[in-house]
C-alpha cells in the first residue's frame, strides 16, 4: 500500500477554543478514515501542538493502525541546539528536508514547501497576511494542483 501523506502548517499563535479543538480532531479523523497514517509537522506553533495532540490522541485509541508522526526539519544543524519545542520520543521519525538552504527563516519556508511536495493532503490555519509564514506556505499549496488543501481559518 503507498504511504498517504499529510502535513499541517499554522500560524505560530492561536487561540485553542473546545470548538476548534472538536473541528480539527474531525477533520483529521476524515484524513485517518480515507487511509492516511504519516502526518508532517514542522512543530513551531500552537496549531502544530493542537495537531499532534489530536493525532496522539488517536494514535492512542487506535494502536493498530500504526499511525506514524515525522518532525520535518531543513537542517541538522538545528537538532544539534537545545530545541525547546521538539522532544524525540513524541515523533517515531525525524527526516532533514531541503539541506541545501541556508539562513533559518529562509530554510523553513523552504523546508515547509518541501513537506507540501510529499503531501497528499495539507491543512493549515492561517489567515490571509502577506508576512506570515502559514500564509506563504498556503500560496504555494494553492498552485499544486495535485493536492487537497483544507484552511480551517476559513471554516470557523
Known sequence: MEE????FFGHRDIN???QLYANVYTEISKTVDLGYRTFYFGGYGDFDDLCHK???NIMDEN???NIKRVY???QEKYLRKNVRYF???NYEDVIYLTPAFEGWYKS???RNCAMIDESEFVFFYC??????GAYKAYKYAKTKKDKQIVNLWENQ
Not at 498517504?4 to 502535513?7: A, V
Open 63 to 65: 494502536p493498530e493502525l
Open 127 to 132: 489567515e490571509h497576511k502577506e508576512d506570515s
Open 4 to 7: 498517504k501523506i499529510c502535513s
Open 108 to 110: 523553513i519556508y523552504f
Open 72 to 74: 520535518c526539519v531543513a
Open 16 to 18: 485553542v477554543t473546545e
Open 54 to 56: 489530536i493525532i496522539t
Open 87 to 89: 522532544k524525540r520520543e
